[in-house]
């Protein structure tokens, strides 16, 4: 089965300027997360999805950063503007609950610079 | 609130020695599952082993098994017979069987073999 894609790999962007990122899960993983990895760090979950509704988003900077999972499949994760801490891994995630323990898949994530 | 911590940022140990990574939990949940995750340089997290609150036998993979202590809290990752790939940063995760299901990471430790 393929696996979960992300794109951009690389992004490098200046301070105050916009970036998405995009993410495919596994097909039929109806649960996707996006995590936020800080060099050095373990990664922080900044939203879960259960299909195209928000699980948990208790983490997400809503005042800079919106996902949305349209029809329950794509994902995207935007950062409106983007600040120097920002620059991160981002890690977009799925699962299934047929999966050991949950199935959780990583993508290979997108590396984010802020300059 | 579930946490992880792992209380050793790095370690450093000869090829073909087993190696004990530390990692103790905290959570008020009775169903819970407990994962390790490795991740090289190249950014990907790939699942090495996983093991259940109620599992009554510690979860082996190959030259990775779980050293799993519940009234401790405990659930370190053995690896035996070191190998120079295994080289690379370790996550201890967790997920709670109840609410949000979500993984939630310690923050790593950085393993290097040497020859």
């Known amino acids: 089965e393929a696996g979960v894609a992300q794109s951009p790999r690389y992004k490098i962007i200046e301070k105050r300027q916009s970036v998405a990122f995009w993410c495919n899960p596994i097909s039929g993983h109806a649960t996707l997360y996006w995590y936020q990895q800080i060099l050095g760090q373990g990664p922080k979950l900044l939203i879960q999805?259960?299909?195209?509704?928000?699980?948990?988003d208790s983490q997400l900077p809503k005042d800079r950063f919106s996902a949305e999972r349209l029809k329950g499949v794509d994902s995207t994760l935007k950062i409106q503007p983007a600040k120097l801490e920002d620059s991160a891994v981002y890690l977009c995630?799925?699962?299934?609950?047929?999966?050991?323990?949950?199935?959780?898949?990583f993508g290979s994530g997108t590396r984010l610079t802020v300059v | 609130a579930q946490k992880i911590t792992q209380t050793q940022p790095g370690m450093f140990v000869q090829e073909k020695e087993a190696v004990t990574l530390d990692c103790t939990y905290d959570t008020s949940d009775q169903s819970y599952g407990l994962f390790w995750y490795k991740q090289p340089s190249s950014g990907e997290m790939i699942f090495l082993i996983y093991q259940g609150s109620y599992d009554e036998q510690n979860a082996t993979e190959g030259r990775y098994s779980l050293n799993f202590q519940k009234a401790r809290k405990s659930a370190n990752l053995v690896i035996s017979a070191s190998q120079l790939g295994d080289s690379a940063m370790y996550f201890c995760?967790?997920?709670?069987?109840?609410?949000?299901?979500?993984?939630?990471f310690g923050q790593g430790t950085r393993l290097t073999i040497n020859p």
């Open positions: 995760a967790m997920r709670s069987y109840g609410g949000a299901q979500k993984l939630v």
């Open positions: 995630a799925s699962s299934s609950p047929t999966g050991l323990g949950g199935g959780y898949t």
């Open positions: 999805f259960q299909n195209n509704g928000v699980v948990d």
